[in-house]
């Protein structure tokens, strides 16, 4: 398991050029939520609160409250004016004034360290038949991912510790550390995004650049870094061939799961 990812800030731009591919695994979440006790809904790593209008919507009565460590991320966040309280925290040492009725986290957890530890912690803070409901992306072992790490290897050996990069447990893992505290659904699904053409570069490293390839880029200094977006774009294309118009279609699989606490 990684280490915590979450010290450095976030770019909110670049994060948004895929807003609309980023937030679907968020709405599809949602949808899977059972009803919850009256208490405080909890949107973790809420970023700058791309779920935070289908959460205010789907939980009208309820204080909704986001905690992020980036300071441009809840800039952003703040202007919607749908969060109650933010919190400015860093999620891997959080936790709650009261027991929340939900604690929802879309594609934040796997940036931090010790699931074993996090996750069982985040369920038994909630309130009684509380839900934990998390979304994780699924995708090291994809060609998109695992190339960035082969890459700054044979470019800038020692440069980059893989153990650095974000990652997460064994789907059964979280199922035998949740099921203990109440009934566990677990699900997969790979998304097959269209990513619109790049006039600079393959449309997958602008997709993965933006988050999972953060920790390796941000090991190298500029030139390095402009020299590992060439290497990555020139090999890329073997994974995820480029249509006729630039475009690509990009599979992308995340991992999901929810917890009712029995009591």
Known sequence: MS???TNTDWDPETYHWFR???????????????????GDVIDLGCGAGDAARGLRHRFPKAQLIG???????LEEAADL???DRLHPFDIAQWTPAEPPALVFSNAALHWVGDHETLIPALARALAPHGVLAVQMPHQNNAASHRMWHSLVADLFPGAFDPEDAPSILLPAQYHHMLTPMGPVSMWETEYYQHLDPSDDGHPVRHFTQATYARPVLDA?????????????DAVIDKAY????????????????F????AD
């Open 3 to 5: 280490a915590d990812l």
């Open 20 to 38: 609309g591919l980023r937030l679907q695994p968020a709405v599809d979440l949602m949808a899977r939520i059972p009803a919850v006790p009256e």
């Open 67 to 73: 905690v992020d460590q980036s300071p441009a991320m």
């Open 81 to 83: 004016a749908l969060y």
């Open 220 to 232: 190298l200094d500029p030139a390095d870094q402009d020299a590992l977006c060439r290497a990555y």
């Open 241 to 256: 061939p480029l249509a006729a118009d630039g475009s690509v279609l990009f599979p992308f699989r995340r991992l999901f």
């Open 258 to 261: 929810i917890l009712q606490r």
